[in-house]
């Protein structure tokens, strides 16, 4: 059995959420109190980012998962919006506050929740009807 090639889009999607785990220990904050004001931040050291990359790239090359299965991860690259050196509104700045914690969250609901649907359905069933073999659905 031939395996498959490393998908481009997987290794893409996995590169946007390790700099945005990267990019998610950082901080950032404003410079003075108008509306166009400038703001500056801290982010970890590079070599996290690198060894967060080669990890990611690691997982890509063994496993190579198919790229629809890593479809939530770009869900990450709006904790990066903040970070851009763009005029962006002021609204992008909530993904640097707690609430890019629910996003991870989101994200990881997004890949267990496939995985456990099936083993939650047939316990739903068991429960509902423990003559399963007499119930039809």
Known sequence: MLARR???AAAA???MAAVAVWVSFGTTTFVSVGARSGYVGLLPAAGWLASLLAIA???VLVARPP???LLPL???????LPWLPLQLPLSVF???GTVKLWLWFAIAAAFIGPAIGPTV???WRRWKCPEAASCRY
């Open 6 to 8: 490393p998908s481009l």
């Open 13 to 15: 999607a996995m590169s």
């Open 67 to 69: 790229a629809r299965a």
């Open 121 to 123: 359905s047939t316990c």
């Open 94 to 96: 909530i993904w640097t």
């Open 57 to 59: 790239m690691a997982v």
């Open 74 to 80: 770009w869900l990450s690259a709006v904790v990066v």
